[in-house]
């Protein structure tokens, strides 16, 4: 596909979400306004509104342009491949704002991430409005969006948080039948974290991933949707924050080994007590480093 066919049937799918927030009988920006909002020439925009008349969505007679029905998700055109998928946008953004590229309070050009993110004008926009429900951003009472930032009071709200899911989760893993595969793969966590700490003066940062991979475990336990969700956020900032600070980072990343190998002994032996009280307490070290990598960053 031909990079301005791409450009076209990108700048169309978004025309259809601008006409998704409209009423039947409504009338179209102007061609001009329209070529601004989808960062295309003039020409491009005839092209589009031709389309759309041809598909009956609108109305076009000189200037005026009415809105006939809503688009239905058929009529979007398919988008060429070789683009991010949800997940990868989803970590290349988070790595943005979480590097601190980007001040809180900064307006989000939804042209210029597309720029940065190769994705289609849709799934940027589903994947902003995903983030604000988490307060990560919001919408601009003008139109737009903007960065809220990632801060203190954030952070402590998503310790919290994740406090709840993971006892939650935790509870329900010691339940599980030997059967269920989470415990081979407990197994082999517990042998990568062994692996790691004989090797830690040289490999301490190599824990980000498995930290990640462990917590992941932890919260599958749940099959919950809604668990589910938080659990993809929460995830990735924890993540992140390991790249923040890296104030005694070999000394904190081996004391969380010791904090996970108690947590999956705890786990192996069926003994729920003391599972939630290893979580617990991994947890509030978990909290409190990451309330240290913002003041560090200046950011608590």
């Known amino acids: 596909m031909a990079r301005t066919d791409e450009r076209f049937r990108e700048a169309f799918n978004e025309a259809l979400l601008l006409c998704a927030t409209m009423k039947p009988g409504d009338q179209l920006p102007s061609e001009k306004e329209l070529a601004t909002r989808l960062d295309v020439s003039r020409t491009v925009v005839r092209a589009i509104l031709d389309r759309l008349r041809e598909a009956g969505i609108i109305t076009w007679e000189g200037r005026n342009k009415h809105l006939n029905r809503l688009p239905l ?3 979007r055109l ?3 491949d070789g683009q991010l998928d949800e997940q990868q946008l989803e970590r290349q953004f988070l790595d943005w704002i979480l590097r601190f590229d980007v001040a809180p309070g900064t307006a989000l050009n939804v042209s210029e991430l597309r ?3 190769p994705v289609t004008p849709h799934m940027l926009h589903e994947f902003l409005a995903s983030l604000s429900r988490f307060g990560l951003v919001r919408r601009r009472p003008k139109g737009g969006w903007e960065l809220v930032g990632f801060t203190r009071e954030f952070a402590v709200e998503l ?4 406090m709840v899911l993971e006892l939650n989760a935790v509870a329900h893993l010691v339940e599980l039948p030997e059967t269920d595969p989470i415990w081979e793969k407990l197994d082999r966590l517990e042998q990568e974290h062994r692996a790691l700490a004989a090797e830690i003066d040289t490999r301490y940062h190599d824990f980000s ?4 991979a462990f917590h992941t475990t932890i919260g599958s336990a749940v099959k919950n949707r ?6 993809k956020i929460i995830s990735l900032i924890f993540h992140y924050h390991f790249q923040w600070d890296k104030t005694h980072e070999r000394q904190r990343n081996e004391a969380a080994i010791g904090e996970h190998l108690r947590l999956i002994a705890a786990l ?3 003994d729920a007590k003391a599972a939630a009280e290893a979580a617990s307490d991994h947890l509030k070290t978990s909290k409190q480093t990451l309330l240290s990598s913002l003041r560090v960053n200046a950011l608590a």
Not at 159 to 162: D, G, I, L, P, V
Not at 209 to 212: F, G, M, T, V, Y
Not at 226 to 231: G, H, I, K, S
């Open 73 to 75: 998700e058929s009529d």
């Open 78 to 80: 398919a988008i060429q």
């Open 115 to 117: 720029r940065r993110f």
């Open 159 to 162: 310790s919290e948080f994740r």
């Open 209 to 212: 991933l498995l930290d990640e």
């Open 226 to 231: 809604f668990a589910a969700e938080f659990q």
């Open 268 to 270: 192996k032996a069926r």
